[in-house]
């Protein structure tokens, strides 16, 4: 443990802090639920309606694990019915800001990739 | 399927192409080969030892996902033994480099991220 401090981050190295960190800003729900908060504040239920095919419990779990991390703010309001909305930290902001740079390059490429995977499997076939 | 090539691509709709190609750009062992491969080609063996922690099998499972998907070159010399060198294509160099910048960044903040656990748990032992 000492040695993961003493050493330089590196998100390649199994015991280094930072390898779960990038597991949760990357994992499968963080990605887009950070994306999803860099437009606006959400409550629970919009959020599960913008994020699709999240479960409530994915989407729960998602949360708490990236407010845990300091990227997401939960404000639970003292009203009557109760209402939880979730923003972005700055810190949040700045990872979602990535993250949303990366979706939006992805969205971009997309067609290039399934023809990428044509060809790949054209060529099994053929093979 | 025509609904979704109609609309503009979006990763938080869960029938988007671009959703998957995402999952595999940011899935936990695609992320550190991306990273890996942005310094230089790799043999299997290699990158098995420069990506810490990861198995064969997953290894092996990752790199033919990124094959497919374009992002990375497998080329297998005809020699004796057998030598298998795996680097980015043009498209993959673009996906690593912004995975790459994602990643920096994270082993930059992870001291913060850290912090905020502390408090987080504290918060909650102290409730």
Do not use: N
């Amino acid at each position: 443990m000492t040695e993961a401090i003493d050493l330089a981050p590196d998100v390649k190295r199994a015991d280094c802090p930072s390898r779960g960190v990038l597991e949760h800003v990357t994992s499968r729900w963080g990605v887009l639920v950070l994306i999803a908060l860099l437009e606006r504040s959400y409550r629970f239920s919009e959020l599960r309606r913008e994020v699709g095919g999240v479960s409530e419990k994915m989407l729960a779990q998602t949360l708490q694990t990236l407010e845990r991390d300091g990227f997401v703010d939960r404000d639970a309001k003292p009203v009557i019915p109760p209402r939880v909305d979730y923003s972005l930290t700055s810190l949040g902001c700045e990872a979602a800001e990535q993250v949303g740079v990366l979706a939006c390059w992805t969205e971009r490429r997309t067609p290039r990739v399934l023809a990428a995977r044509e060809d790949y499997d054209q060529a099994r076939r053929d093979s």
